[in-house]
């Protein structure tokens, strides 16, 4: 009898743990997610039919919130964009301000890195293929798409880069958290 009120009391107690763990778990990732963009990544959503969560799951795995941030590969700023993509986005917008310096203002780099994702969901139809695209290139991509090894239908099914499989799986995940913590309808 004392034996199963010990185990009673035992799982009562890690019943208990687990739920404010979850809690407590729950209001660290809201603190690891700065919503400092709010304002710029609601217009620039609004303006290119890009979803929030879409645009701050790539901030995240892109530069983890840090407008200086800059890759071995020259991609600048909160979304990581290279300054010859800006340059390039910059001439199909007939925007003239292309100096790359200015993909460290965040307000621009989100517009941009967000136009870009419009122009790249246009293109593939699917969010997944987007952000392959938005990781390893366009040119590669729509490469894959004619490779029965990696498409189906017209629809990746398999990305060959194992850096461009893990990165679309992280954007996905952290989309799915953004929805969890911020965007779900309570």
């Given at each position: 009898?004392?034996?199963?009120?010990?185990?009673?009391?035992?799982?009562?107690?890690?019943?208990?743990?687990?739920?404010?763990?979850?809690?407590?778990?729950?209001?660290?990732?809201?603190?690891?997610?700065?919503?400092?963009?709010?304002?710029?990544?609601?217009?620039?959503?609004?303006?290119?039919?890009?979803?929030?969560?879409?645009?701050?799951?790539?901030?995240?795995?892109?530069?983890?919130?840090?407008?200086?941030?800059?890759?071995?590969?020259?991609?600048?700023?909160?979304?990581?964009?290279?300054?010859?993509?800006?340059?390039?986005?910059?001439?199909?917008?007939?925007d003239d301000a292309n100096?790359?310096?200015?993909?460290?203002?965040?307000?621009?780099?989100?517009?941009?890195?967000?136009?870009?994702l419009d122009m790249l969901?246009?293109?593939?139809?699917?969010?997944?293929?987007?952000?392959?695209?938005?990781?390893?290139?366009?040119?590669?991509?729509?490469?894959?798409?004619?490779?029965?090894?990696?498409?189906?239908?017209?629809?990746?099914?398999?990305?060959?880069?194992?850096?461009?499989?893990?990165?679309?799986?992280?954007?996905?995940?952290?989309?799915?958290?953004?929805?969890?913590?911020?965007?779900?309808?309570?």
């Amino acid at each position: 009898m004392k034996k199963t009120l010990t185990i009673i009391a035992i799982l009562i107690a890690s019943a208990i743990l687990a739920f404010f763990w979850t809690k407590i778990d729950t209001a660290i990732e809201k603190k690891s997610h700065p919503t400092e963009y709010l304002e710029t990544v609601e217009k620039c959503a609004e303006e290119h039919s890009v979803p929030k969560e879409i645009i701050f799951a790539v901030i995240k795995t892109e530069s983890k919130f840090k407008s200086d941030a800059v890759s071995s590969k020259g991609a600048i700023g909160l979304m990581q964009m290279t300054p010859e993509t800006f340059t390039w986005l910059c001439s199909k917008n007939s925007d003239d301000a292309n100096n790359p310096n200015l993909l460290y203002t965040p307000e621009i780099n989100i517009r941009y890195g967000v136009y870009y994702l419009d122009m790249l969901y246009s293109e593939f139809g699917s969010w997944e293929t987007a952000l392959a695209a938005y990781n390893a290139g366009p040119t590669r991509v729509r490469e894959w798409l004619k490779n029965p090894e990696y498409s189906e239908n017209g629809v990746l099914t398999n990305i060959p880069y194992k850096e461009t499989r893990e990165y679309v799986q992280k954007v996905m995940e952290a989309k799915d958290k953004y929805i969890e913590l911020y965007f779900e309808e309570k």
